[in-house]
């Protein structure tokens, strides 16, 4: 089957650095997303992954390890803009396309 | 450039009835994907378009169907709605074959009453 795991909520402090893990479980892989959402928005990509290893991207970088089904989400020097829920993604590669299998979603939740 | 269009935005229906959502993909973006995010489930997959063609299909009953037009517009329809129909309707683009990256539209609140 297919299956996405991640904390359903975490908080932090202005300034901070928070991880949000996310493990996976399908049938194929083709790669890996975390997308952010804001309360009343639609989901904004953030970062992708296929290959082992960190992707940084400014205040935000993204690890995966394939052989785990593991996944984090590094935000760093945390911002009250940051509160918003963090959803990860897994691309399955037995089906066609572009469908995104979705975790339900970490709320992070910064405070000053 | 304009980002993904949704439209309408909001819509209140009754069990029962039928409904049909529309999407604009951005310019140039083939694929398009549809998807139904309520809080007890989170985001899932409905199905997905590439040049007026089903790609891919989720796990839902077959009161959900969708098109895709030449112009990469898409619409899904759902007939018979039931109060469980009530979610926030998302639609996604992307460039088609192997893009990384879906940029999702504004979402229609669908509520069932």
């Known amino acids: 089957g297919q299956n996405i795991d991640q904390p359903t909520e975490m908080t932090a402090t202005e300034g901070a650095i928070v991880q949000i893990n996310c493990t996976y479980q399908?049938?194929?892989?083709?790669?890996l997303f975390w997308y952010q959402q804001h309360a009343g928005e639609a989901p904004t990509f953030l970062s992708y992954?296929?290959?082992?290893g960190l992707e940084e991207k400014g205040r935000f970088s993204s690890f995966l390890s394939r052989s785990k089904g593991y996944s984090y989400l590094l935000l760093k020097e945390l911002q009250m803009k940051d509160s918003a829920s963090y959803l990860c993604?897994?691309?399955?590669?037995?089906?066609?396309?572009?469908?995104?299998?979705f975790g339900k979603g970490t709320t992070l939740s910064v405070s000053s | 450039k304009a980002g993904v269009t949704q439209t309408p935005r909001y819509l209140i229906k009754t069990r029962g009835q039928q409904v049909t959502l529309s999407c604009s993909p951005i310019?140039?973006?083939?694929?398009v994907s549809w998807y139904q995010q309520t809080p007890g489930q989170g985001l899932q997959f409905l199905f997905e378009?590439?040049?007026?063609?089903?790609?891919n299909k989720g796990n839902f009953p077959g009161r959900f169907s969708g098109r895709q037009f030449s112009n990469s517009r898409s619409e899904m329809n759902v007939s018979t709605l039931e109060l469980g129909d009530s979610a926030l309707y998302l639609c996604?683009?992307?460039?088609?074959?192997?893009?990384?990256?879906?940029?999702f539209g504004p979402g229609t609140r669908l509520t069932v009453l």
């Open positions: 310019s140039g973006h083939r694929s």
């Open positions: 399908t049938s194929g892989f083709n790669g």
């Open positions: 993604a897994v691309r399955d590669q037995t089906q066609a396309g572009t469908a995104l299998i």
């Open positions: 378009y590439f040049s007026e063609t089903q790609r």
């Open positions: 996604a683009s992307s460039l088609g074959e192997s893009s990384n990256e879906q940029f």
């Open positions: 992954n296929v290959l082992d």
